[in-house]
């Protein structure tokens, strides 16, 4: 009798054990070298979302430009970035790579921005699962929303 009730505790603790391995095995970021910074297509999974994808379901409207220069709307991006708690790792003209993790198991994602001439093109990402309930869309949205206010304050 004893062992049936510790049944459900064991499986809880091999769930917590899973999902700390996981967490450890997304900490190693990947820096990308100058040839590489292009926004890689999503995976399969639906745990990324992109501006350029052709896949509905990853679909994500890019960032327009909201002032004057592209360079001036980019420091607006970045701003917007670590408002919403990103840690940017690289950052050039036209490239940059930043990281949000989730609070209770400090899961990585990984969030990279392109500046073009007339947008900025976004992939937002999950580097472990398959599925990150919408937490990608949502991020990038508010970012979108708070990048929007600062540039028309």
């Known amino acids: 009798m004893l062992a049936l009730k510790l049944i459900p505790l064991a499986l809880i603790v ?5 999902l700390a391995g996981l967490s450890f095995l997304t ?18 999974t639906p745990n990324c979302v ?35 708690g990103g840690t940017i790792l690289l950052e050039d003209e036209h490239y940059l790579h930043a990281i949000f993790s989730s609070t209770l198991f400090r899961f990585r994602d990984d969030l990279e921005a392109v500046l073009k001439e007339d947008r900025i093109d976004v992939r937002s990402a999950s580097r472990a699962g398959k599925s990150d309930f919408g937490q990608n869309r949502k991020r ?8 929007i206010s600062i540039g028309q304050s």
């Open 14 to 18: 091999l769930v917590i054990i899973y």
């Open 140 to 147: 990038l949205e508010k970012i979108r929303a708070h990048y």
């Open 50 to 84: 992109i501006s350029n994808a052709i896949k509905s379901k990853q679909s994500i409207a890019p960032f327009e430009l909201i002032q004057d220069t592209p360079a001036h709307s980019w420091q607006l991006l970045i701003q917007a970035i670590e408002h919403q």
């Open 27 to 44: 900490r190693h970021d990947q820096i990308k070298t100058a040839d590489q910074r292009h926004l890689q297509p999503c995976p399969q």
